[in-house]
């Protein structure tokens, strides 16, 4: 029963936003908007609040068996596309992102915190992606795009990241037990609360106001990408958790956080660099689409 009262309240919320959208209260440059103030101030302020109040256990293995998932989906997404579809470089990268990297810092904060009762299970995934697997993307598509990008570059794209600082101060705060005081505290928990539900109307708004996915001749790398990332992924997260001793909330966070959808940011990289944009626009729409039922099955095989 609490998984499916913590289900209902995510979709309630998503069809709030969706309504808005409809009745035309959201545009799209709103629903970016609030997706933007989530991302940059209230996510930012929920991590440093839940992290660092909670015991994190079992971090190590969650982090083994989340890059793992990560991994195995990347490597075969980005072998079918090179070896047999024959596609460039800079498109294999970006079909194989969206087959592998999820939308942990949105989704994946609300769903932790309603269904697993805990956002730390995402914390692995998230710095994973933010820390590793982002600027090695960065990099290669720059070098795709004939661009150069320093060390320096770098480490500013990292250490400007809302939400890498905001888990990072986090588990500072966990790991040595130091509390924040009252005065920083209570803005924070206060900026923290608006997080989920700024989410998932924006999530919701972006339902509404988003195309169809099937009309841009991709077909084959969109289906591709959504088995991989909906089914293959969480399967590969299940089997390595289970065999790493996971078990109860964190191995039901775990599969989860692996089943999430294919996150916006992708999309973002593929309009910069001008490749792979309808793979990674309709990759983001279809597995959003499908990404809460694959949820509810998961919570309720897991739960």
């Known amino acids: 029963m609490g998984l499916l009262i913590g289900f209902s309240t995510i979709i309630v919320v998503i069809c709030a936003g969706l309504a808005l959208a409809h009745a035309g209260v959201l545009d799209a440059r709103s629903q970016r908007t609030l997706a933007e103030i989530a991302f ?3 996510s930012p302020a929920l991590m440093v609040t839940t992290i660092g109040k909670t015991h994190i256990g079992g971090a ?3 982090l083994v068996a989340s890059a793992a998932a990560l991994s195995a989906s990347f490597a075969v997404y980005a072998a079918l596309a090179r070896l047999r579809w024959r596609l460039d470089g ?6 194989s992102l969206s087959a592998s990297y999820v939308n942990a810092g949105n989704l994946g904060l609300a769903i932790a915190a309603y269904v697993v009762r805990d956002i730390t ?8 992606q933010m820390l590793v697997v982002q600027p090695i993307a960065l990099v290669a598509l720059d070098r795709h795009a004939g661009r150069g990008m320093g060390a320096a570059t770098i480490l500013r794209r990292l250490v400007t990241n809302p939400l890498t600082i905001g888990a990072l101060v986090g588990l500072v705060l966990a790991g040595t037990g130091w509390t924040l005081p009252r005065v920083v505290a209570q803005p ?9 539900p700024m989410m998932l109307m924006s999530y919701g708004a972006a339902l509404r106001l988003s195309p169809l996915p099937g009309r841009s001749g991709h077909n084959r790398e969109v289906s591709t990408v959504a088995v991989l990332k909906l089914v293959f992924m969480p399967v590969v997260a299940w089997l ?11 191995l039901l966070g775990v599969v989860l956080t692996a ?15 001008r490749v792979g944009e309808a793979v990674a626009r309709e990759s983001i729409l279809l597995t959003t689409l499908c990404s809460l039922p694959v949820a509810l099955l998961v919570a309720l095989l897991l739960g």
């Open 188 to 196: 924070l928990e206060l900026l923290g609360g608006a997080a989920i």
């Open 60 to 62: 190590a293995t969650n």
């Open 90 to 95: 800079g498109a294999v990268l970006i079909g």
């Open 259 to 273: 089943a999430l959808p294919t996150a916006q940011n992708i999309f973002l990289h593929a309009t910069r660099y």
């Open 240 to 250: 390595v958790g289970t065999a790493l001793g996971l078990d109860g909330p964190v």
């Open 40 to 42: 940059f101030v209230a």
């Open 121 to 128: 299970v995402v914390v692995p995934t998230l710095l994973v």
